[in-house]
């Protein structure tokens, strides 16, 4: 493996680690912990953010890129992750059962777009 591989690897572990942790204490009433849970997600989110700087510049690219794509490709991504989010809240806690699983799926369906448009067809 190499350095910069498992770099990625222990800091998106992390990351991901502290991003899902704050997460169930911002949403899960028993825990009474929403601002903890905010300021540990946040936490995650900034490691999971740094990761991506420096397996750039691992790579020996630059660490932030402004191009027309790059944009578009990650306003797609968000656009994609909020519809995903939308349908899991639709489902978890508005009680919306059927329409959040619909909502989700298209989610699920416009994230695996982005592999295509990421890698580019061949």
Do not use: H, Y
């Not at 991504?77 to 298209?106: H, K, L, Q, Y």
């Amino acid at each position: 493996m190499k350095k910069k591989d498992f770099v990625t690897l222990m800091m998106s572990v992390v990351g991901g680690i502290l991003f899902a942790l704050g997460m169930c204490m911002a949403l899960l009433p028993e825990w009474n912990a929403m601002t903890q849970g905010v300021v540990i997600g946040a936490v995650g989110l900034v490691v999971l953010l740094v990761m991506l700087l420096v397996r750039r510049k691992m790579d020996g690219k630059p660490a932030i890129v402004f191009s027309g794509k790059a944009i578009a490709t990650t306003l797609f991504g968000i656009f994609s992750t909020v519809v995903f989010g939308i349908g899991m809240c639709m489902t978890m806690v508005w009680n919306m059962m059927i329409p959040g699983i619909a909502v989700g799926i298209v989610g699920i369906i416009l994230l695996l777009c982005l592999i295509p448009v990421c890698k580019g067809l061949k």
